[in-house]
């Protein structure tokens, strides 16, 4: 890993939503200007941000969203593959957070009520291609999934918490979010 | 030694203590914070949540049913009895269903609160998925159990202060919940009302009253200015209930 | 029988309030919300409370069990699992039931249940509250063919319902006949002050494994403020590997009794109860003829032995399914008609016990003791044993031996000599005192059991080289999971994560991080639960890791593994979209 710093001096992150609603992307992206001072150190790999359809080696991942369905399972697997640091960020990544509401009905339930019987359905029928990932019978935190190097709780973090977080691994250094900043919400 | 007959000491901190009180007792009056939920200043001790619990000697217990005596020599702000806490912060959010974002409860939560005031960045132990029983009966009051602590407060509170006895926990080990003292079990058919103390007392979003969720913003709530700390060093139930 | 203290509950006129929801469970075959206000009615107590009892004890149930209802045991010796057959899932197929639920006609229902008590007696069930011992597939079947016929348990062969107490060794308290009437009169002729001198000069201990000195105990209680006291005799032994007490209530009943009626003269009590496992119902009209048996002695009710001032009875109520009512104050609360979750200590018993009177609560063996040292004085008592364990110590040995049974000791054996009597010479470990109690290697079976070394409370499992001791510890995580009273959280929540990493270890998928997380739940677990139930659940696991760690380590994942079975997870998926091959995770 030195030697391809040497080379190429930025640090690479990759980043995914799984089954989260991309807020924590959205927060992220609150930098603003800061995002400038934070690209000359940073390279983005596979991320919404980039388009890049899978993930390479990379030097931090930073994972939105719990795991819902069998893509999600993929694509956690392939970032902990490839991210020496595996970053849980978001409620949804760490506790399943409001998509895992669907964990206290059964699945059957679940499909029925949202695509047969609820109110206002046309056209009722559960959907069912090929091209559409298998659901798992909850949603789960991605710790349930894969090891996890570090959580950055909030519903979104904050731009700042992100800073907080990142600014000492780019560093070298182990990240410890401050007490004041801490919240689940 | 004289100074040592009605003295006990936290953390090197010597503090007097009157007969009869618990450890919890004397620390509180001397504002010496000793992590709780299942405490309430006012009503009768539980031991449940073994948050408080501290070491005397080489043995441990829980300070709010450990009755103070002299020259007891108590550790309670130290990093095993800290971590040990925040592992039974996270045993409880994953046996509930604790996801903040989606509970009116957040900012206002004790169970939160203590995550923060303990560093809990994640819940660590694999969830439950346990399903529980929801109770909307009542027109004014929310009882979702599946937010529960077991804390036994709405207990205490309804028998000790409101004189109505409308609670009581069911069931055995993981199967404990909280259920309705009414022929029907149902909240509606119980004497519970909005100006009870059980229907404010709940530490997390078990016990809601409704229609008040969003009065405050989230941000501008309790726990988003105050650490529990500070708030739990003036609680007591006659004062709660002087506040309505 | 009138109850002397009519104002207060739980008796009512319909008897016990546990005994008032049997008889409900009985007519109807389980608890309805209506029989619940009805008792609560009767009892005159708040539905919630009727309710939570309901719900809080194994043996009541709020939907309808079968006609015929079976609960096996699922204890390490006693359990439906015979080499490898589970006999339990043989009788569900045999029935076409589904297990824990009552198939739809109503005829049978079959479940597990903690040990019952039989573990001398290989596998073992419960049919309707009476035990059938010595199970095998043929008898299995036999079981099968006589419920499908809907034949009368009363009709069933009475060969299949004997319980045989073999007795290996024997020392003070078995050697001993006791003669009705004899530790009475010797109290009466020396007076309750000298009786308790006895008994202290005995240094007679608690049998139940925590070892108080009984002496002090009675001291305590007969001095404590209060308006009158209690008697309790713990007969609820639910310490899986633990029978002793089963013989002593069938063969020992008289001398218990009077343990107890001397107990009574030396604190002041007038009532007295034994608390009755409900896996020992099937003793009760035994237990009631002994007592029946004593009162036309004149040996309980008024003027004992024409005794112008002693009055003493002894009540009976049987417990319903929960292994902490053997805890002594959840056992109180569950004769006060509550669920058994243990109280706030101290205070303790001996001043606020049962209706918070001072109370003894003692052990069947124990007060069995207490009766003989009265007769026969505390040097007979001191004349084995060790220094701080005098007398003898009951134990129950079953598991891998050729001869399981009853054994008394003096104190101060050792554990080889006991694997040695038992016929078990190349033991690969014992459990001693139960899940709750340690797990010993071969390096430590010098070991002695007595109060200083290894105490107990009489189990004693043997586990041969075959063994699989990780089926042991999955197997008792299980039992503390399904006991804890769920009262405080280090146990509710620290038992069902021990028994998560340990059925993950078991299934294969554990880590070196799961072995990690099992000893900082199980250190937690010990530190700061309520009571004994947590202060001891997690022993089995933390003595493993220490003297077994090959048990946990010997088939590890090297990488991290998912929790849960992802594969699983997506068969619901699979299932509803019918798209099997298409989708897999491993």
Known sequence: MTTEREINPRIRIATTSLAGCFGC??????????????????????????????????????????????????????????????????????????????????????????????????????????????????VYPVSEVVHIDYFLPGCPPSADEFLQILEPLLAGQKPVLSQSRLHYD | MQASQNTITIDGREIPFTAGQTIMDAALAAEVYIPHLCHYPGLPPSGNCRLCVVEIGNRSAAACITQAAAGQEIRNNTSELNAARKALTQMLFVEGNHICPSCEKTGNCKLQAMGYYLGMLEDHFPYFYQRRETDASHPDILLDRSRCILCDLCVRASREVDGKNVFAIAGRGTEAHLIVNSPTGKLADSTMETTDLAATICPVGAILIKEQGYRVPIGQRIYDQHTIRDIGLQEHATKKQEEK | ???????????????????????????????????????????????????????????????????????????????????????????????????????????????????????????????????????????????????????????????????????????????????????????????????????????????????????????????????????????????????????????????????????????????????????????????????????????????????????????????????????????????????????????????????????????????????????????????????????????????????????????????????????????????????????????????????????????????????????????????FAHESCGFCVPCRVGTQLLKCHVDKIANGRGTAQDIAEMKQIGQLIERHSHCGLGHTAANHVLDGLQHFPQTFTANLQQHFTARFDLDQALEDARQITQRDAAAHLD
């Open chain 3, 1 to 479: 029988m009138a109850n002397p203290y009519p104002h207060k509950y739980p008796d009512s006129r319909s008897g016990h309030l546990l005994h008032r929801l049997y008889a409900l469970q009985e007519q109807f075959l389980h608890i309805s919300p209506e029989s619940v206000q009805q008792v609560a009615a009767e009892f005159n107590v708040p539905v919630s409370q009727v309710a939570s009892v309901v719900e809080f004890y194994s043996f009541f149930y709020t939907q309808p069990r079968g006609r015929f209802h079976i609960l096996f045991s699922n204890c390490t010796s006693c359990g439906y699992l015979l080499q490898e057959q589970n006999l339990m899932l043989m009788l569900c197929q045999q029935l076409q039931v589904t297990l824990g639920k009552t198939r739809q006609d109503g005829l049978i229902s079959i479940d597990e249940t903690s040990c019952i008590g039989m573990c001398d007696h290989g596998a073992s069930l419960l049919v309707n509250g009476v035990p059938i011992t010595g199970l095998n597939p043929d008898r299995i079947a036999q079981i099968a063919r006589r419920i499908a016929t809907e034949t009368p348990v009363a009709d069933w062969p009475t060969e299949w319902f004997a319980v045989h107490d073999t007795v290996h060794q024997r020392n003070l308290l078995l050697a001993e006949q006791f003669v009705s009437g004899s530790a009475l009169q010797r109290a009466f002729d020396q007076g309750a002050e000298s009786t308790l001198t006895a008994i202290l000069q005995s240094g007679l201990r608690g049998r139940g494994g925590a070892g108080f000195d009984t002496g002090k105990k009675w001291q305590f209680c007969r001095e404590a403020p209060g308006e009158t006291r209690y008697v309790v005799c713990n007969a609820d032994e639910g310490e899986p590997g633990t029978f002793k007490d089963r013989l002593l209530l069938h063969d020992h009943a008289d001398a218990l009794f009077e343990g107890m009626a001397v107990c009574a003269f030396i604190i002041g009590a007038e009532k007295g109860f034994v608390y009755l496992r409900g896996e020992y119902r099937y003793l009760l009209p035994h237990l009631h003829a002994a007592l029946k048996g004593r009162r036309k002695q004149g040996l309980l009710e008024q003027h004992i032995l024409g005794h112008a001032h002693f009055h003493f009875d002894i009540e009976i109520v049987v417990g319903a399914g929960a292994y902490i009512c053997g805890e002594e104050s959840a056992l109180i609360e569950s004769l006060e008609g509550k669920p058994g979750i243990p109280r706030i200590r101290p205070p303790f018993p001996v001043t606020h016990g049962y209706l918070n009177q001072p109370t003894v609560v003692n052990n069947v063996e124990t007060l069995i003791a207490a009766a003989h040292i009265t007769v026969h004085g505390s040097a007979w008592f001191k004349s084995v044993g060790t220094e701080k364990s005098s007398g003898s110590k009951i134990l129950s040995v079953s598991g891998d031996c050729q001869l399981p049974g009853i054994y008394e000791y003096p104190f101060g054996v050792t554990i080889q000599q006991v694997l040695d009597d038992c016929g078990a010479q190349n033991a690969r470990a014992v459990q001693i005192g139960g899940p709750a109690g340690r797990l010993i290697g071969a390096a430590d079976f010098h070991h002695a059991i007595s109060f200083e070394d290894v105490s107990t409370g009489g189990s004693f499992l043997v586990f041969g080289q075959q063994r699989d001791l990780l089926a042991i510890h999955c197997n008792f995580a299980h039992f």
């Open chain 1, 25 to 138: 992307h959205m927060s992220f992206l609150d930098m603003d200007e800061r995002l400038a001072g934070l690209l000359e150190q940073v390279e983005f790999n596979r991320s919404p941000f980039t388009d890049i359809k899978h993930c390479g080696p990379c030097h931090i991942g930073l994972i939105e969203g719990g795991v819902c369905n069998a893509e999600n399972v993929q694509v956690l697997r392939e970032f902990r593959a490839n991210c020496a640091i595996l970053i849980a960020v978001g409620a949804c990544a760490i506790n399943g957070n409001v998509p895992a509401l669907r964990n206290y009905f059964d699945l059957q339930d679940c499909l029925q009520e949202v695509y047969l019987t609820g109110i206002g359905v046309t056209n009722p029928q559960i959907p069912n291609d090929s091209e559409l990932p298998l659901l798992l019978d909850k």
